[in-house]
Every structure is written in C-alpha cells, then in structure tokens.
C-alpha cells in the first residue's frame, strides 16, 4: 500500500506583491518569470509553505500576467507563507535578489489589503502604445475603431483560435503624437477571454487601416501603467492592495 504523502500546515501569513517588468525583461515570459521568483525566494530564505501531496509546491499564486514583450508597472502575486514575516524586510530581501529589470515596487500582508482572490481584484488595466505611425493615421484608426460597434479579432489561445469583440473591453483610447511616432492611451474593462492591448491593436488594423509591423516602421511598444478594481462609475482604476 502506498504511504500518505504529509500534510502540510495551511499558511500562517500570506503577502501580495506587486512588480514591475522594465527594459530588455520586457520579453520575459510568465514562466520565466515564475522561475525566477522561486529561485529569489529560495535564495532570500523566505519561509514559503508549501502544498500537501506527493509532488509539493510552494503556495505562490499569480494572476494578471502582462503578455510577453509588454513592459508593466502593474504585475502581482501572492506567497504563502509558513512564518509571519515583516512585508518591508520581505521587499528588501527579495529586491536584492531579483534580476535586474524585475523590480519590487510593493509588499502588503493580505489582511491589510483589499478582501477577496486577488485575480478578482484585476477586473480593469491602463495601458500606452506606442507606435511609428504618424500621429494622423493612428487618430484615423481610433476614430474608426471608436465607432464601429464591435470589433472582432482572433487569438490563439490554450482552448484553440478563438474570436472575440475588442471593442467592448475598451472603455477610453485615445491618441497623441510623440517623438518618432503616436502614443494610444487606453483603458481596458476585463472579462472572459481578457482582451489586451495587442488585441486592439489588431481591432485598429483591421477596422481603422493602421499599419504596424516591421515593414511599416516597428512593432508596437506596450506598458501597462495600473491594474486593479475598475470603477464602472468613475472609470477608474482602484490599487488592489491598499
């Protein structure tokens, strides 16, 4: 007969940790990423707790994640821990061991933060695009994109190629010239497939005429500014841990 794998104790603590993704580890991926947390915590001495079962893992959560290539200054996640820790000297430990590029920006204990999972505190993001499309051309596509009544585009994801419409998940977009080229301010709402910003780019290719790509100049830059709890009556976005 096959032992028991151990029990093991739920978390005594449990911290939210928001991140940022800056420079060339922009092009990190979500398991990139998640590799290299562990290995931070490991070599930080945080007292992570772990699953129960045959195969334990360390009780860490992630959600939200920007899609690879895309900088962010709004990424989370959430460790479980087996021992109270203090959430600054936690922060500290981790920063110094993080690459560079993968930075700390905050560490709260769940009990101070906002009640609920925190995938469900990430209902809304802002973001900016920028693009070497001349600054009337983007203002066209917006335009174009703004009007239409849905916009429908296609994404391969983990169930298939899947269609959707981008156009309702935008709540705000927006263009402006910068140096070299237009910046698109936008606000997404989130819901089921997430709709992203490269989504709408592809939404503003197809319906406003915009050209992106190699042979138009460069690929798109994205950063998300702020994720969080939108507010449907004020067009917010809310901070998930305070």
Excluded: C
């Excluded at 915590?41 to 994640?65: E, K, L």
């Excluded at 993001?125 to 429908?152: C, K």
């Amino acid at each position: 007969m096959r032992q028991q794998p151990e029990q093991q104790a739920p978390p005594v603590q449990r911290l939210r940790i928001r991140y940022a993704k800056r420079g060339r580890l922009r092009f990190t991926s979500h398991r990139d990423f998640s590799r290299a947390f562990e290995r931070a915590v490991a070599r930080a001495r945080i007292p992570v707790a772990y699953s129960s079962g045959f195969n334990p893992h360390p009780r860490i959560s992630y959600a939200g994640a920007a899609p690879t290539g895309a900088a962010s200054e709004a990424e989370y996640v959430e460790l479980g821990l087996r021992e109270t820790v203090d959430p600054a000297a936690t922060k500290a430990a981790l920063d110094e061991v993080m690459p560079d590029g993968l930075d700390l920006l905050d560490v709260v204990d769940t009990a101070t933060s906002p009640k609920g999972a925190l995938a469900d505190l990430l209902t809304g993001s802002e973001w900016i695009i920028d693009l070497p499309t001349a600054p009337e051309a983007a203002a066209a596509a917006v335009e174009a994109f703004l009007g239409a009544e849905e916009v429908i585009v296609s994404r391969m994801t983990k169930k298939g190629l899947r269609e959707f419409d981008a156009r309702s998940a935008v709540v705000r977009l927006g263009s402006a010239p910068r140096e070299g080229g237009s910046r698109l301010e936008l606000l997404l709402k989130h819901g089921t497939p997430t709709v992203r910003p490269d989504d709408v780019v592809t939404g503003l290719e197809r319906i406003g005429g915009l050209k992106v790509g190699p042979e138009h100049g460069g690929l798109p830059l994205l950063t998300r500014l702020s994720q969080g709890v939108f507010d449907e009556a004020s067009g917010t976005i809310g901070d998930p841990l305070h």
